[in-house]
């Protein structure tokens, strides 16, 4: 009886400590942004990110005004940028999913890449028209690790960003050396019970 209530802890045990990590998610919208008194501030270091390239907009009132296909997905404020941009953090995170769309309607080519120390991790090509904010899923981009750095590529027609969802920790399978200790402990708890069953054999 007591062999089986060890074994069942230890099986217990290595469950928990393999559970995988729950990601936290953070969703940037660039609404800290609408009271600003520039039209087109410039976005630099916001919420732990720090953009290149970016700007500010007031989707709504820009569209009412000018037109465009500007299309903000919650509240009023986009980012949006042309050619090459970017933003980077000084941890590493995951990029979750992201709205992104035409300025104008265009059809353009346009990738997102994601970097880490440097070295591309993984890229994204999309292509033609985007009328209103695409919702983009990069959860499979998580397959090629962390990174800490995303850019932004395109023809130069503008483009922009909205509800950029920032995942800080992985959906990670166990680690190998988590499998060897769940391994070696499941062995012990074997090998214990093999070693207690030849001590009451030699005792009869």
């Known amino acids: 009886m007591k062999s089986f209530t060890k074994f069942g802890t230890a099986i217990a045990l290595s469950l928990a400590i393999t559970q995988p990590a729950q990601a936290q998610s953070t969703v940037v919208d660039f609404e800290g942004f609408f009271a600003?008194?520039?039209?087109?501030?410039?976005?630099?270091?916001?919420?732990?990110?720090?953009?290149?390239?970016?700007?500010?907009l007031n989707a709504t009132s820009f569209t009412n005004t000018y037109g465009g296909g500007y299309d903000a997905v919650s509240g009023d404020m986009v980012a949006f940028s042309r050619g090459q941009s970017g933003f980077r953090s000084s941890t590493e995170f995951f990029l979750g999913s992201l709205y992104i769309g035409s300025g104008w309607y265009n059809n353009y080519p346009l990738t997102i890449a994601g970097y880490r120390g440097g070295q591309?991790?993984?890229?994204?090509?999309?292509?033609?028209?985007?009328?209103g904010a695409t919702k983009v899923d990069l959860n499979g981009a998580q397959d090629n690790g962390l990174i800490d750095e995303v850019r932004f590529s395109s023809s130069g027609a503008e483009y922009y960003i909205d509800d950029v969802e920032i995942l800080?920790?992985?959906?990670?399978?166990?680690?190998?050396?988590?499998?060897?200790?769940?391994?070696?402990?499941?062995?012990?708890?074997?090998?214990?019970?093999?070693?207690?069953?030849?001590?009451k054999s030699t005792e009869s």
């Open 36 to 56: 600003t008194s520039a039209m087109y501030p410039t976005i630099g270091n916001y919420l732990g990110l720090d953009f290149s390239s970016f700007w500010g």
């Open 120 to 131: 591309q991790q993984w890229v994204r090509n999309l292509n033609g028209q985007m009328t």
């Open 168 to 199: 800080s920790a992985a959906h990670a399978a166990p680690e190998p050396v988590t499998m060897a200790l769940l391994a070696t402990g499941l062995a012990g708890v074997g090998g214990a019970g093999a070693f207690k069953r030849r001590r």
